[in-house]
């Protein structure tokens, strides 16, 4: 599975953007699906996940009710809807599949990685 990442760039606090990535192979339906992030000095962080069929997701307690995550099987793509955007949020976002159960937020456990896309927050 191949990832690609886009959405990313500059935008006010309290603005909007919206992630996507894209993914190559018949397979992305039987993925679970990641986005996490990393700002410079910091290490790789847990965003938001979903399940194989979108039926349940998890968020960081940083980004839940501001954040949301959603799938599109048909299109073999994953979406980050990020609003209320803060200075904090400001960090390359990546996204990630694998395919196992439990905790999602060990990236570790993800299998493929996108290239990232920078989301940076004026305030």
């Known amino acids: 599975v191949q990832l690609q990442a886009s959405g990313g760039g500059l935008v006010q606090a309290g603005g909007s953007l919206r992630l996507s990535c894209a993914a190559s192979?018949?397979?992305?339906?039987?993925?679970?699906m990641g986005w996490f992030r990393q700002a410079p000095g910091k290490e790789r962080e847990f965003v938001a996940a979903?399940?194989?069929?979108?039926?349940?997701?998890g968020y960081a307690d940083s980004v839940r009710g501001r954040f949301a995550i959603s799938r599109d099987n048909a299109k073999s793509t994953v979406y980050l809807r990020m609003n209320s955007l803060k200075p904090e949020d400001m960090a390359v976002y990546y996204c990630?599949?694998?395919?196992?159960?439990?905790?999602?937020?060990?990236?570790?456990?993800?299998?493929?990685w996108g290239q990232g896309t920078q989301v940076t927050v004026s305030s």
């Open positions: 990630a599949a694998g395919r196992f159960g439990g905790d999602w937020s060990i990236a570790a456990r993800y299998d493929y």
């Open positions: 192979g018949r397979t992305f339906s039987t993925y679970t």
């Open positions: 979903i399940s194989w069929n979108g039926y349940t997701t």
